[in-house]
Every structure is written in C-alpha cells, then in structure tokens.
C-alpha cells in the first residue's frame, strides 16, 4: 500500500519480559498484539517481531539475540520504525539507548509504544527518554541490592533459597527446611548403596524402577545422583560445606563425608562401570603388553558349542584370555583376601576430616593461580607463586589418596567374610568395586603356546 506516493513505514516490532521485577507481567505475545495495534492505526507495515523471552535488559553482560537482531536490520536499512509496548522494554541501560540514538542520527527511524511516540528529533524529547533510561537503571540498581541484601542475611541465619528445576531440593518441602520423609529415606538408600560399592548408575537405575522422581519429575541419571548426594544440604550444612544450616540433616556429617569422597574417588581410582558392563573386568584388568584396558571380544568360535568371551587387547592385540576363566581366577583370589586370617578387621574408618583443608587448598590454588597470571612480568614473584602452586598440588594429591584409601578400607570391611557360593550373588558393580579395592590386575601376553589357562600370566598386585 502507497499513501501520498510514498512506500508505508516498514516497522520492526520488539518484545521482552524478564520476571516480574519490573512490576510489569505482561506477556509478550500481549505485548505484540498491543504492538500490531500501534501500527495498524498508524498505517505501518508490521516487517519482523523480534522477542526475548525471560531476558532481562538491565544485566550489562546479558546477551539478548532479539535485540541484536533488530539492530542489525536498522544498520541495514531495513526498518523505518521501531514499536514496543513500553520505552523500558527496549532500555534498561543508557548505552542501549545511546545506540538507538546514533542510529536515529544517520536513519530515519521513528520510535513508538503504546504509551504514544517518540520525537528524537525534539531535543527535549531526547532528554526525557535519557531521563526515563537512567531512573529505571537505578531501579534496577537499587532492587539488585536490595535482594543481594536479602540473600546476605538468610545466609547468617542458615537459610538460602530452595531452588531446583522442580522448585524445591528432593528431599525437602519448597520452603527448603522441612524435611519430605520418604524422599529423605530414599536419600539414606541412596548413601548406603553407594557405601557398599554400587555405582551412581546403578543407584539411579534402581530409584527410577521403583518410580520415584527429581521434583522436576525425570527420571533419576547417574550425574543427577552424584550431584545430589554430594550436596551439602543433606549433612545440614551451607553451600560452603562448613556453615551450619537452618534445617536438620538427612545424613549425619560422617556419612555424607564418606558418601562424598567415594562418590569423588570411583571415577579416579577405581575402574567402576558408567555404562552398566556385563563383565566383571571389562575396563579394570590392563594389558601387560601395552598397559592399555582390556575389553570384552567374542572369540572365533561365534556359533559354536564351546564359544566364549574373551578379554582382549584392542589397541596392541598382544594379549586375549578366556573371560569365564579369567574373572573365576581373579573373583577367587578377592574373596581369598576377605577371608584370609593374616588380615585382621580394621575399625571402620571414621569421617575424614580433610574436608575443610581441601577447601582451604582449592581457594588457595585459584586465587595463587590468579596472582600468577598478573604478575607474569616479574620473573622473581611468578617462580615464588609456581612453586607455592606445586607444592599446593602435591598436597591435594596426598588427600585424595588419603581419600581413597578410607573407601577401599570400608568397602573390605563391609564385604568381610564373603564366600565363594555368595559371590556370585553380589551386584556387578560390587564385585568390580572390591577387585578394585584389592588388586590392580595385569594381564600378560601367554607365556605358552596352547589351551588352557596359566595363573603365572595374570599379574595382581595389591593395592
């Protein structure tokens, strides 16, 4: 349509919401039919809509791709105006309005919103809108302290926010205190599993059979029970992992130390299944050859009566022992160990109480870290910081090993007294967690030519 000879004003139509406090709950599809009314009654052409969703314009570092958009169609020409329902749906910030105003300075845009239109050429008009910009920029400012404020005294009363996909911490009501029962025994579950040797996974698996659900109502995964359980929450404690919290503990302190550094120390020292292996040492024993895993490969007999799975090395292919035989040798020789009288029970190891100090080291390091970077010109201070961080590195090293011995001490103590008729009984993931808290298995390349199966090739030394 031509009114006057003249091609109509070609608008572009831009729309947020961030939460509601603006004290504007608005929707933005409301926002854009109220938009299109602007441009019908001013004859303007409606040319793109460009939305952010949940984006608030205040954060300086806050990256709003519908704002971009839009300002990229402006450089190019493609717009003559511009319509949002309010001013501050567009601004938040005084660099963002300085923009649109450089942008006026080579184009010829018209702003409107639903309030009424813009007049950029009126320098009064100019001073108003940076006038508007700056007092909804201290609003801003000033409800951004306030709730930091708010944060920083429930904090000193042991409080946070409860948070989480599903609005509350599983295990507790949505105010973050009160405790749900059968969650926190499910909790409990969890811990003791993991205590015994099971896998994150196969704690998941098992909780998500028996139905239960996150309070966002997903299933449970192995990386959501690790965090989880990891959680200071459930010892009572602040995010920090010292402070005392508002609310009781579903795990006593001692346990949820245990639970925490086993959790840790599997995926670092152990050999544990992620992916549910259906082999007892598929991922453990190592190559003697080559140093490499060993992994499960059917043999050539595919088919036949006597086929057998084997382990085998695939990246040397030095190595292949028959797997029935080879995880009876080493599943004898675990369960050898948890009987054997030269071994006397040892109490179960307390909590570690390296909690703390790991902290402490880890604040440390990355504030070290920190410094080094910055001082980089001065030869004499970063050797002083290289070597502090070395040294605060070998101390870490030394508590995770202090860790790791503490959960193959209980996992031993746990599963003292096993038999060889229970054995096979026991969960995979078990099994494979007290070969791990044994012996690191090695498998050489066949001494001899021939059937049959050599102990003399298997190598477990004890760990």
């Known amino acids: 349509m031509t009114i006057a000879g003249k091609e109509p004003v070609r608008a572009a139509i831009y729309c947020r919401i961030s939460l509601a406090v603006l004290r504007d709950t608005t929707k933005v599809d409301e926002q854009e039919a109220q938009c299109r009314e602007v441009c019908r009654r001013r004859g303007w052409e409606v040319g793109e809509v460009f939305k952010d969703n949940s984006k608030s314009a205040w954060q300086r570092n806050r990256k709003r791709d519908g704002w971009d958009e839009m300002l990229e169609g402006l450089r190019a020409g493609r717009f003559g105006a511009v319509v949002s329902y309010w001013g501050d749906r567009i601004v938040r910030q005084p660099r963002d309005l300085e923009d649109l105003l ?8 018209t702003f ?10 009126n320098k009064d008009h100019r001073m108003m809108m940076r006038w508007e910009v700056a007092r909804a920029c201290n609003e801003s400012d000033t409800i951004s302290m306030r709730v930091s404020n708010h944060h920083t005294v429930r904090r000193a009363q042991g409080l946070v926010r409860p948070g989480g996909r599903g609005g509350r911490a599983f295990g507790f009501e949505t105010d973050g205190i009160t405790h749900v029962e059968a969650e926190c025994a499910v909790i409990r579950d969890m811990a003791a599993r993991v205590l015994r040797g099971e896998t994150a996974g196969s704690v998941a698996r098992e909780a998500s059979a028996r139905g239960w659900r996150t309070p966002a109502g ?6 959501t029970v690790r965090k989880m359980l990891a959680r200071p929450r459930y010892a009572g404690l602040m995010p920090d992992g010292e402070s005392a919290a508002a609310w009781e503990p579903v795990l006593d302190r001692g346990t949820w130390e245990l639970v925490r550094l086993a959790l840790d120390s599997k995926a670092e020292t152990f050999g544990y299944a992620s992916n549910a292996r259906r082999w007892l040492l598929s991922g453990i024993a190592a190559c003697g050859a080559c140093g490499a895993p060993l ?29 029935p035989l080879l995880d009876a ?12 009288p030269l071994n006397p029970a040892a109490e179960a190891p307390a909590a570690p109480d390296s909690a703390a100090e790991w902290a402490a080291l880890a604040a440390e390091h990355a504030e070290t870290g920190r410094m080094a970077a910055s001082y980089s010109a001065s030869a004499g201070r970063l050797a002083l910081l290289m070597a502090r961080l070395d040294a605060i590195d070998a101390r870490m090293a030394e508590l995770r090993e202090r860790e790791a011995d503490s959960v193959r001490t209980r996992l031993r103590e746990t599963y003292r007294g096993v038999t060889w008729e229970q054995w096979p009984a026991l969960p995979l993931e078990v099994r494979r967690s007290l070969v791990t808290a044994w012996f690191r298995v090695t498998v050489l390349p066949a001494s001899k030519r021939g059937p049959g199966f050599r102990t003399e090739d298997v190598r477990l030394d004890p760990l």
């Open 102 to 109: 450089d942008l006026r300075d080579v184009r010829q845009i």
């Open 218 to 223: 997903n299933e449970f995964s192995h990386g």
């Open 112 to 121: 409107a919103s639903v309030a009424g239109q813009y007049d950029f050429d």
């Open 329 to 340: 040798y080493v599943g004898r020789m675990v369960v050898n160990r948890e009987n054997n």
């Open 295 to 323: 992994a499960i490969k059917p043999s050539k007999g595919r088919g036949r009566a006597d086929y057998v799975n084997g382990y085998a090395c695939l990246a040397c292919r030095k190595v292949y022992r028959s797997a």
